[in-house]
């Protein structure tokens, strides 16, 4: 018992020597805070006074109330007091017209960048329409007319070969007897066209069957088919093609009829369009406007465009009568003084 005790002694008396000291570490954690926070009050308290006073001067020069005797370096307009109105809402009467003329000229370039993109977007529509007469007039020369409908987007020129069943068998990626028809008067046009293509192949939403597993790789096949058509018959450039599948994502219709279904089941060869989005955004109101004033015309010429030009040559033709009858009235003029003069000799000398 007294081994026992003695070792409890000596136990809480080493206790009393070392005693803990964690609580150090968090004191000496905040202490260190403290300090960077004081560091950082003491820095922000110091001003620079060189800037300060740049800053001042800045300020009061740009408002037009003290002249510091140098020119401010800063960027904009320095505004002096006696321009201001007084509800200073902005400049006075004086200096109205200055800025009404800025805005004016602001507003013609917007108006002369509007015309330039009508007259790109004029001509785009005017080429289009030069390709799709061609292709229809091939079409028609082989009695293909009604397999292929045509349409102008913002994307360019697009033949739409509806109805899966004329150009491919039932879930086969084959070309038709139809189809290489079609694509014989397609391949020539577009080889010569100086156009990018896009062939896009659709499905309707009925799901595919072997050896497809889905409408995505129907679609894909389909248009693959047709551009290695285009480039192996047709002898369009490799690096102007490109075919994409889009399923059934992208329905023309989203009926569930016979008319519907085959609709949706269609392979696009899109023409696209060489100017800008900008630009081409301009296409389909052109083409309204082209089917309003009585459609666009087979030659690739807008009817607009088309009559400006008659209309000028009507009135150069008119110039030329005009200045053809004026030149043969001066002739006739000409001759009459000259028959008069000698008819005034003859009379003289038969007096004398």
């Given at each position: 018992?007294?081994?026992?005790?003695?070792g409890?002694?000596?136990?809480?008396h080493?206790?009393?020597?070392?005693?803990?000291?964690r609580?150090?570490a968090s004191?000496?954690?905040?202490?260190?805070v403290?300090?960077?926070m004081?560091?950082?009050?003491?820095?922000?308290?110091?001003?620079?006074q060189?800037?300060?006073?740049?800053?001042r001067?800045?300020l009061a020069?740009?408002?037009g109330?003290?002249?510091?005797?140098?020119?401010?370096?800063?960027?904009?307009?320095v505004?002096?007091?006696?321009?201001?109105?007084?509800?200073?809402?902005?400049y006075?009467?004086?200096?109205?017209?200055?800025?009404?003329?800025?805005?004016a000229s602001?507003?013609a370039?917007?108006a002369?960048?509007?015309?330039a993109?009508?007259?790109a977007a004029q001509?785009e529509l005017d080429?289009?329409?030069a390709i799709k007469a061609?292709?229809?007039?091939?079409?028609?020369g082989s009695?293909l007319s009604?397999?292929?409908?045509?349409?102008?987007?913002?994307?360019g020129l697009?033949?739409?070969?509806?109805g899966?069943?004329?150009f491919f068998?039932?879930?086969?990626a084959d070309l038709?007897g139809?189809?290489?028809?079609?694509m014989?008067?397609?391949?020539?046009?577009?080889k010569t066209?100086?156009?990018?293509?896009?062939?896009?192949g659709h499905?309707?939403q009925?799901?595919?069957?072997?050896?497809?597993?889905t409408?995505?790789?129907?679609s894909?096949?389909?248009?693959t088919?047709?551009?290695r058509d285009?480039?192996?018959?047709?002898?369009?450039?490799?690096?102007?093609?490109?075919?994409?599948?889009?399923?059934?994502?992208?329905?023309?219709?989203?009926g569930?009829?016979?008319?519907?279904?085959?609709?949706?089941?269609?392979?696009?060869?899109?023409?696209?369009?060489?100017q800008?989005?900008?630009?081409?955004?301009?296409l389909?109101?052109?083409?309204?406007a082209a089917?309003a004033?009585?459609?666009?015309?087979?030659?690739?010429?807008?009817?607009?465009?088309?009559?400006?030009?008659?209309t000028s040559?009507?009135?150069?033709?008119?110039?030329?009568s005009?200045a053809?009858?004026?030149?043969?009235?001066?002739?006739?003029?000409k001759t009459?003084?000259k028959t008069?003069?000698?008819?005034e000799?003859?009379?003289e000398?038969s007096?004398h």
């Amino acid at each position: 018992m007294s081994g026992a005790r003695g070792g409890r002694k000596k136990k809480g008396h080493a206790e009393d020597e070392h005693p803990d000291e964690r609580w150090m570490a968090s004191y000496m954690d905040m202490i260190t805070v403290l300090m960077c926070m004081f560091i950082v009050l003491f820095a922000m308290s110091n001003v620079d006074q060189d800037k300060y006073i740049a800053l001042r001067n800045s300020l009061a020069t740009g408002f037009g109330q003290t002249d510091v005797g140098k020119v401010d370096t800063a960027s904009g307009t320095v505004v002096n007091a006696a321009d201001v109105t007084k509800e200073g809402k902005g400049y006075s009467s004086g200096d109205e017209t200055d800025l009404s003329k800025a805005a004016a000229s602001g507003e013609a370039q917007t108006a002369e960048q509007a015309a330039a993109a009508t007259v790109a977007a004029q001509g785009e529509l005017d080429d289009l329409t030069a390709i799709k007469a061609a292709i229809a007039a091939n079409l028609e020369g082989s009695g293909l007319s009604a397999d292929v409908e045509f349409a102008v987007d913002a994307r360019g020129l697009t033949v739409r070969l509806i109805g899966s069943e004329t150009f491919f068998g039932t879930n086969s990626a084959d070309l038709s007897g139809t189809a290489v028809n079609v694509m014989n008067a397609i391949g020539p046009v577009l080889k010569t066209s100086g156009h990018d293509v896009s062939v896009e192949g659709h499905a309707d939403q009925r799901s595919s069957t072997a050896p497809f597993a889905t409408n995505w790789e129907l679609s894909s096949a389909r248009a693959t088919q047709v551009l290695r058509d285009l480039v192996e018959r047709g002898g369009v450039g490799a690096d102007h093609i490109q075919s994409v599948g889009f399923g059934s994502s992208r329905p023309l219709s989203t009926g569930t009829t016979d008319a519907d279904l085959a609709s949706n089941r269609r392979v696009d060869i899109v023409v696209l369009s060489n100017q800008s989005d900008t630009v081409s955004a301009l296409l389909p109101q052109l083409e309204q406007a082209a089917a309003a004033a009585g459609g666009a015309v087979t030659d690739g010429r807008n009817p607009t465009v088309q009559q400006a030009v008659d209309t000028s040559t009507t009135a150069e033709s008119g110039d030329t009568s005009t200045a053809d009858a004026a030149a043969e009235t001066k002739t006739e003029t000409k001759t009459e003084k000259k028959t008069e003069k000698k008819t005034e000799k003859k009379e003289e000398s038969s007096g004398h």
